[in-house]
């Protein structure tokens, strides 16, 4: 084997560990993003449920004991409808934040498609 090929097979194989470290840190900050986002939305998740528990919580408490005979159900329902509402609006939040991103690794599929299409003949 000439000197040159010898260096010319350690250049490419260089050069293809250095893609591959280059592919894999992409992969892993991905990885973290998506692990964030998934904390994002069950946080979000938990908070509607319990936004809701309290409004059905504030809305029989509201219903029992705190207004009189003739405002009872008016108050009840009020209540009712704060809490119903402003757990919706986090639902929509939510919703949002979650579908602003795009499908998981897509940078790290599209680098790797790049890479099969320059190794292509």
Do not use: H, Y
């Amino acid at each position: 084997m000439s000197a040159g090929l010898l260096e010319s097979v350690q250049n490419l194989l260089a050069g293809l560990v250095d893609l591959g470290r280059t592919r894999f840190e992409l992969f892993g900050t991905e990885l973290r993003e998506e692990l964030a986002r998934l904390a994002a939305t069950l946080l979000g998740g938990l908070a509607v449920l319990v936004l809701v528990a309290l409004g059905l919580a504030f809305g029989a408490l509201a219903f029992i004991v705190w207004m009189g005979e003739a405002n009872r159900l008016g108050a009840t329902i009020g209540v009712a409808v704060f809490f119903l509402v402003f757990a919706g609006a986090v639902a929509l939040w939510l919703r949002r934040v979650t579908g602003e991103k795009p499908r998981a690794f897509e940078a790290t599929l599209s680098e790797l498609q790049r890479d099969l299409t320059a190794i292509k003949p």
